[in-house]
């Protein structure tokens, strides 16, 4: 008997499971300390650099006057959101970056 080279889903554990693409996309909220929320929708090999630099733009702050952080921890420019494993929908926090002064 033989298949005929028919090709069926994959399926892992009984259920069907979906090939997503290589360049999948996912949106990502970055939210100020205002509560304010910006939507990106990018691919998870974009680096954060270019959200960094749209944000900025938009919000009409200097790069170097804020910080991005994912689960507490610091965005850096050259991460991305698949290095981070962060999925549709994830929350990345901005902060004014903090000065130090003298006394």
């Known amino acids: 008997m033989s298949n005929h080279g028919s090709s069926a889903p994959a399926v892992e554990n009984g259920e069907k499971t979906e090939q997503k ?3 999948e996309q996912i ?3 970055v939210k100020d300390q205002n509560s304010n929320e910006l939507t990106f929708k990018i691919k998870k ?3 954060f650099e270019k959200v960094f630099a749209a944000w900025c733009n ?5 790069p170097k006057s804020v910080r991005f952080s994912f689960d ?3 965005v ?3 991460d991305t959101p698949g290095a981070l494993d962060m999925e549709d929908g994830d929350i990345v926090e901005v902060f004014l970056e903090q000065m130090g002064g003298t006394c």
């Open 27 to 29: 949106n990502i909220v």
């Open 76 to 78: 850096n420019p050259n």
């Open 72 to 74: 507490g921890s610091r």
């Open 45 to 47: 090999t974009t680096k």
């Open 58 to 62: 938009m919000e009409s702050k200097e």
């Open 21 to 23: 693409p290589k360049g």
